[in-house]
């Protein structure tokens, strides 16, 4: 629990399956929290509560803005299973729930299964140094200051006014002193990018989350994960986005799903 | 509420959030009723518990396989706003866990929005004749013959000892009698398909569902519905399965994505 990402999101238990922590400064878009950081923090809760070590899958629909404070997430443990244990949980703010979270979660040592079969590959990025950094600097928000991530540059347009039509964001993330991501972490990563649809022809200042579910495939090696997101249909006042999350060694390690309100003009 | 899947999927108030209901005959997959089914089942009781019409999004964890029999659904609405109202829920069948859902509720009715953006088309098929009717009468399970499935002929492979070698199943899909499918129904839908794995060169009998998740984008207009599953990744002893539903005018009314384990071999 050495790292910042960790010990933000720490939860301190209570009992009865309700446990303690606190949105830290600096994991917000101008100053609402990180979805994937409050489904983190969630989790973390829900894991304890399993004793378990690694999420599997898990899905989580936001019900009001968070900001910087105390929380308190409540747990409660469905079935234990052999292989599996499923949870529910809610993270409030003084009372007001914030997520609501089902969760199953189990244990993703081991190696490779007997039948592999990957019909997509890894996204195609140049170097870190090569790529565009999202950063305060350049005008992201303070949240960019706290992890180090790179856009691929035919992808970084959004962040330059010039977004490249195709609602794709590529690129790489890892957390500020290289702490390494664990699979508590990949939750975080599946929501900690720029949204594919600021690259497309629709206009976007903001966009909220209804659910995200992440399907958490292996623990990633250290080192640079790489990601790909894209959103494919801006329908009916909706639009998902999917990412896929890659580690050092090329293995999928996740994949995620949102589905996301696209806020009608005027 | 005049159909047979209307019928078989309804849930009668008992008070304080508790629905009453059956798993009925013939939605089984060799006796265990089908994912989609269950989860529309509960949803029932989801969509009555939080007085709206839709489903929008709902995520189910599959807890223990569902056999013919009366069963309970538990709904606790988490959040009533504005817009969407969020609940969970447990099926239970004499006390023990068969599935837990968590969704967001809300009303779909009304036409297309300010932007629409459409990077995927929906599936090429041949007219539902020129399709393969997988049905029991060519070895496809009991369920097969309560619903009209036809299923792309470079698709069926799997059904005739051959598969395609590509992880994909397109096809049309209609219930029984013309009854309308509504965004209810939309649920069974995404789970109603043989596995699109099943046309791999994976070598998979059995397939048990951890986590489904659907986005419902509208309200199907009437005829028959097509559908496309795809299956990327086979990792870490785990595949997904996404769908998309487009409806007769061509609109996509639905997504899923759900985590499947592949049993290890002997």
């Not at 929380?71 to 469905?78: F, N, P, S």
């Not at 081991?110 to 140094?129: C, D, I, T, V």
């Not at 972490?185 to 903001?206: E, H, K, R, T, Y």
Request: hydrophobic share 40%; charged share 20%; aromatic share 8%.
């Amino acid at each position: 629990m050495g790292g910042l990402f960790a010990r933000d999101t720490a939860a301190a238990p209570l009992g009865a399956g309700r446990y303690a922590g606190a949105i830290a400064p600096g994991w917000d878009i101008r100053g609402n929290a990180n979805g994937g950081y409050l489904l983190a923090l969630a989790a973390r809760a829900m894991l304890l509560e399993c004793a378990r070590t690694d999420p599997v899958t898990i899905s989580a629909h936001f019900l009001s803005p968070g900001r910087e404070g105390p929380v308190e997430t409540d747990v409660r443990v469905l079935k234990q299973g052999r292989r599996f244990t499923t949870a529910s949980a809610t993270l409030s703010a003084a009372g007001k729930p914030l997520l609501a979270a089902l969760g199953s979660f189990g244990d993703l040592a081991g190696g490779k299964a007997a039948a592999e079969r990957m019909h997509s590959p890894p996204p195609e990025l140049p170097p870190p140094a090569q790529c565009f950094r999202h950063e305060p600097a350049r005008g992201a928000p303070r949240m960019f200051g706290q992890i180090d991530l790179r856009v691929h540059p035919d992808d970084a347009g959004f962040a330059l006014g010039t977004p490249s039509g195709e609602p794709r964001v590529r690129g790489w993330l890892r957390l500020p002193d290289e702490e390494p991501v664990d699979t508590l972490g990949l939750l975080f990563v599946v929501d900690a990018f720029p949204p594919a649809v600021f690259n497309s022809s629709v206009p976007i200042a903001w966009l909220p989350t209804v659910e995200l579910t992440a399907h958490v495939r292996a623990r990633p090696q250290p080192g640079w994960l790489r990601a790909c997101f894209t959103t494919r249909f801006v329908s009916a006042g909706f639009l998902e986005e999917d990412g896929e999350i890659w580690d050092a060694s090329g293995r999928l390690v996740a994949q995620s799903r949102q589905l996301a309100l696209l806020p009608q003009p005027g």
